[in-house]
């Protein structure tokens, strides 16, 4: 299994572009979820979806969509890309909630927006 | 809306000292996880806690759920060099599928 995978690895963009960050597990799990990671900010729930054509918004949603067709993939659209988007976006995957929940986190992708 | 808060921030210890972080939740919680994030790394789930009074060990690290379900912690004793970086506590309120991440303590081990 190769977990949960992300790219890219990094990406920089300018203000008002759009992106695509890409997420995907082949763990077979119905939850799945984007965080961003700010210094001193922690883990921040962006959108998170509890299973194909379903998804909800976190805490932090303004600025992204998400979409899950399929169980394997969950991609994050930047509609146009602002500053205060430059972070760290980690992907994670994991059972649904009610059972023993190991959450897997992806290897994150690092986005500067100037 | 939820929150889930942890001290401290910033934790430096000699290696061989214990090391403790909490988290303290404003409503009662389903369950709580910790996790440990190496630097320039990515989250690493450690454990999962559900029940009230809950205590599970792993190796040298403890971890307890509070009575009210509202507050945890985790202890490590005699930590090591490689016991540094940022551990999170997460939770998730009942019904909830949201998971919050308390803001994480960083830890940093002098050899």
């Known amino acids: 299994n190769a977990g949960v995978t992300q790219t890219p690895k990094f990406q920089v963009l300018k203000t008002g572009q759009s992106m695509t960050l890409q997420c995907a597990q082949d763990?077979?799990?119905?939850?799945m979820s984007w965080y961003r990671q700010d210094p001193g900010m922690g883990l921040r729930l962006i959108h998170y979806?509890?299973?194909?054509?379903?998804?909800d918004q976190g805490e932090v949603p303004n600025g992204y969509n998400v979409s899950r067709s399929t169980t394997e993939d969950f991609p994050l659209r930047l509609l146009s890309a602002a500053p205060s988007q430059t972070s760290v976006y980690f992907c994670?995957?994991?059972?649904?909630?009610?059972?023993?929940?190991?959450?897997?986190f992806g290897p994150g992708t690092r986005l500067l927006v100037l | 809306g939820q929150q889930v808060m942890q001290i401290p921030q910033y934790q430096h210890v000699q290696e061989g000292e214990d090391f403790t972080t909490y988290c303290n939740s404003s409503?009662?919680?389903?369950?709580i996880q910790w996790y440990k994030q190496r630097p320039g790394g990515h989250p690493v789930f450690l454990i999962q806690?559900?029940?009230?009074?809950e205590v599970k060990k792993q190796k040298r690290l403890t971890f307890q759920f509070g009575e009210a379900k509202k507050n945890s912690s985790l202890h490590i004793t005699a930590t090591q060099t490689t016991d540094v970086g940022t551990y999170f506590c997460?939770?998730?309120?009942?019904?909830?599928?949201?998971?919050?991440f308390g803001k994480g303590t960083k830890l940093t081990v002098n050899p």
């Open positions: 994670a995957s994991s059972y649904s909630t009610g059972r023993q929940e190991t959450q897997y």
């Open positions: 763990m077979n799990h119905e939850y």
């Open positions: 979806s509890v299973g194909a054509g379903i998804t």
């Open positions: 409503t009662t919680l389903s369950n």
């Open positions: 806690l559900v029940k009230s009074g």
């Open positions: 997460a939770g998730r309120k009942g019904g909830s599928e949201k998971l919050v």
